[in-house]
């Protein structure tokens, strides 16, 4: 441990939940030089009121991480929140980023609001570039909503804002957010109009990305009404908007025909009758620059997947930014075909992204699509059942959700990047995808059984460079890893509860070497 590069041991440690940081100091002297000798390894803050019982154990961990600035993240229930709320004020001159999550039922989230409006309202806040608001509870108070001297406190050089609640009631503080580059907006059971929609985009004249979440429209809202009545600023590369109904949907798509913008992000939450298919399509093909759609139901839709039209000869190669998300897309092959490649043509991107998560039962080694670039999938995404695997020249970045015990000893996920069934307990990467890049592998099962807790990764040397960026095991501590040919590897990160035996094993440490 003591040969590790320093750099890679402090980003190990910030990724250990913070009341388990001193444990594991106390156990290797390596992580206990780090400690004392680099206090900015305590500047990256994640607290959670689950993960310790000492109310006051927030601000001694503010204290040893200096004077320095400061990404704060915490979660405040009703146990502590005075103590709590106090620490962040005392911090707030040194924070950077902050992330404030109110956990409480009905009958407390009043006064944690009123708690953490009062602390930011007194405290200054020089150096925020980032704020994050979140209610736990998704039916927001109106009446409990934090003052909205919040935004003019904490704002004069915010860069990214993201608020859960009624930000209707900040309409009288929408002007200091002049300078956000950032904003995202979740408003819960409170009516939404244009005019407010406008008076946000008026208030946001260097924004660059801004996405809404409204689950309440007011009548006007649904009106049809002249098209491409918004202002949009110059400075907007992203606009999205998530809603509840189709015809809020089609409403916003109308409005937006001829703006500007580069994206446009609707999540109606039921499948689109047929004639909001075709319009929606129709609407996005008429902007005059590239956009991107990614047009979300919810996953109880999943028997409408348009299985066919990944197969169709005639469009999958001008599917480069359509992203199939939770197993649903409301565009149906129909649609698809009646479009001329003209027209599908616009919808292309060159950051072209594609999510495909459609089950074991639609295999998609046929369909070539040529201008991927990021791909990302679940285990369960590639079932070759004999046939070769999907080509994808132009792949870069490879992600793989893995979210499910079975897929270890069902290997299907990884038969796609070899032309033979892979052994037990290997697997192999192909350069069948002469571009890629970036490798991610995610794990967030919580209950992984014996079998499973052994993960021998091989990657073949053809590989330009493998970044596995998030590889998070929960449940047993680790048996064993084998890393075999992993000189690539640049990160592993290990949940805690697997962390002390990982230090153990100094021959998958000399994999970082």
Same mark, same amino acid.
């Given at each position: 441990m003591d040969s590790l590069p320093t750099e890679l041991l402090m980003?190990?440690?910030?990724?250990?939940?913070?009341?388990?940081?001193?444990?594991?100091?106390?156990?290797?002297?390596?992580?206990?030089? @780090?400690?004392?000798?680099?206090?900015?390894?305590?500047?990256?803050?994640s607290y959670y009121p689950i993960q310790c019982r000492?109310?006051?154990?927030?601000?001694?961990?503010?204290?040893?991480? +200096?004077?320095?600035?400061?990404?704060?993240?915490?979660?405040?229930?009703?146990? +502590?929140?005075?103590?709590?709320? *106090?620490?962040?004020?005392?911090?707030?001159?040194?924070?950077?980023?902050l992330r404030i999550e109110l956990w409480s039922n009905g009958t407390t989230r009043g006064v944690l609001q009123r708690e953490i409006t009062q602390a930011l309202t007194s405290g200054h806040a020089p150096l925020l570039r980032s704020f994050i608001l979140v209610d736990s509870d998704s039916s927001f108070n109106p009446e409990c909503s934090p003052d909205a001297n919040i935004f003019s406190s904490i704002a004069p050089r915010l860069r990214e804002v993201n608020f859960t609640g009624d930000i209707w009631k900040f309409?009288?503080?929408?002007?200091?957010?002049?300078?956000?580059?950032?904003?995202?907006? $979740?408003?819960?059971?409170?009516?939404?109009?244009?005019?407010?929609?406008?008076?946000?985009?008026?208030?946001? !004249?260097? $924004?660059?990305?801004? *996405?809404?979440?409204?689950?309440s429209w007011d009548q006007e809202m649904l009106d049809a009404g002249p098209q491409g009545d918004l202002d949009i600023p110059p400075s907007l590369r992203s606009f999205s908007i998530f809603t509840r109904q189709t015809a809020h949907a089609h409403s916003i798509v109308k409005r937006l025909r001829h703006a500007s913008i580069p994206f446009l992000i609707t999540r109606p939450t039921s499948r689109l009758p047929a004639k909001y298919e075709g319009d929606i399509?129709?609407?996005?093909?008429?902007?005059?620059?590239p956009r991107s759609a990614l047009l979300e139901p919810t996953a109880s839709a999943s028997k409408f997947v348009p299985r066919?039209?990944?197969?169709?000869t005639t469009t999958p190669g001008l599917l480069s930014n359509i992203v199939l998300f939770d197993k649903d897309v409301f565009?149906?092959?129909?649609?698809?075909?009646?479009?001329?490649?003209?027209?599908?043509?616009?919808?292309?991107?060159?950051?072209a992204r594609l999510l495909l998560d459609i089950g074991p039962s639609t295999p998609i080694s046929d369909v070539l699509f040529t201008h991927i670039t990021r791909l990302y999938i679940t285990e369960t995404a590639f079932t070759t059942a004999g046939r070769p695997p999907p080509q994808l020249p132009a792949l870069q970045h490879l992600t793989i959700y893995t979210v499910k015990t079975r897929s270890y000893k069902r290997w299907d996920v990884y038969s796609a990047f070899d032309s033979s069934p892979p052994k037990p307990h290997e697997v192999v990467y192909r350069p069948l995808w002469p571009d890629l890049r970036t @490798?991610?592998?995610? $794990?967030?099962?919580?209950?992984?059984?014996?079998?499973? $807790?052994?993960? !021998?990764?091989?990657?073949?040397?053809?590989?330009?460079?493998?970044?596995?960026?998030?590889?998070?095991?929960? +449940? *047993?501590?680790?048996?064993?890893?084998?890393?075999? *040919?992993?000189?690539?590897?640049?990160?592993?990160?290990?949940?805690?509860? +697997?962390?002390?035996?990982?230090?153990?094993m100094t021959e998958t440490m000399q994999c970082f070497s």
């Amino acid at each position: 441990m003591d040969s590790l590069p320093t750099e890679l041991l402090m980003r190990i440690f910030r990724n250990v939940p913070i009341p388990n940081r001193l444990n594991v100091a106390l156990v290797c002297s390596a992580w206990n030089q @780090v400690m004392f000798s680099f206090p900015e390894i305590w500047r990256d803050v994640s607290y959670y009121p689950i993960q310790c019982r000492s109310d006051s154990a927030l601000g001694q961990l503010l204290e040893l991480s +200096g004077h320095g600035p400061l990404n704060l993240d915490v979660a405040i229930n009703d146990r +502590g929140c005075a103590s709590i709320c *106090e620490s962040i004020r005392r911090a707030l001159h040194r924070c950077v980023h902050l992330r404030i999550e109110l956990w409480s039922n009905g009958t407390t989230r009043g006064v944690l609001q009123r708690e953490i409006t009062q602390a930011l309202t007194s405290g200054h806040a020089p150096l925020l570039r980032s704020f994050i608001l979140v209610d736990s509870d998704s039916s927001f108070n109106p009446e409990c909503s934090p003052d909205a001297n919040i935004f003019s406190s904490i704002a004069p050089r915010l860069r990214e804002v993201n608020f859960t609640g009624d930000i209707w009631k900040f309409e009288g503080s929408f002007g200091v957010l002049r300078d956000v580059r950032t904003a995202r907006f $979740v408003c819960h059971d409170w009516p939404c109009s244009w005019k407010l929609i406008r008076k946000l985009l008026a208030a946001l !004249p260097k $924004v660059e990305n801004l *996405e809404l979440t409204l689950t309440s429209w007011d009548q006007e809202m649904l009106d049809a009404g002249p098209q491409g009545d918004l202002d949009i600023p110059p400075s907007l590369r992203s606009f999205s908007i998530f809603t509840r109904q189709t015809a809020h949907a089609h409403s916003i798509v109308k409005r937006l025909r001829h703006a500007s913008i580069p994206f446009l992000i609707t999540r109606p939450t039921s499948r689109l009758p047929a004639k909001y298919e075709g319009d929606i399509l129709n609407d996005l093909c008429a902007v005059p620059v590239p956009r991107s759609a990614l047009l979300e139901p919810t996953a109880s839709a999943s028997k409408f997947v348009p299985r066919s039209f990944l197969h169709s000869t005639t469009t999958p190669g001008l599917l480069s930014n359509i992203v199939l998300f939770d197993k649903d897309v409301f565009l149906s092959r129909r649609v698809i075909r009646g479009q001329s490649p003209e027209d599908l043509a616009k919808l292309q991107d060159a950051n072209a992204r594609l999510l495909l998560d459609i089950g074991p039962s639609t295999p998609i080694s046929d369909v070539l699509f040529t201008h991927i670039t990021r791909l990302y999938i679940t285990e369960t995404a590639f079932t070759t059942a004999g046939r070769p695997p999907p080509q994808l020249p132009a792949l870069q970045h490879l992600t793989i959700y893995t979210v499910k015990t079975r897929s270890y000893k069902r290997w299907d996920v990884y038969s796609a990047f070899d032309s033979s069934p892979p052994k037990p307990h290997e697997v192999v990467y192909r350069p069948l995808w002469p571009d890629l890049r970036t @490798v991610c592998i995610s $794990v967030r099962h919580r209950e992984l059984s014996q079998e499973a $807790v052994t993960l !021998p990764i091989r990657l073949t040397p053809e590989m330009i460079c493998v970044f596995l960026s998030t590889y998070i095991l929960h +449940g *047993e501590p680790l048996r064993s890893l084998e890393l075999l *040919e992993l000189r690539g590897l640049e990160l592993l990160v290990i949940d805690p509860m +697997g962390l002390q035996r990982l230090l153990s094993m100094t021959e998958t440490m000399q994999c970082f070497s």
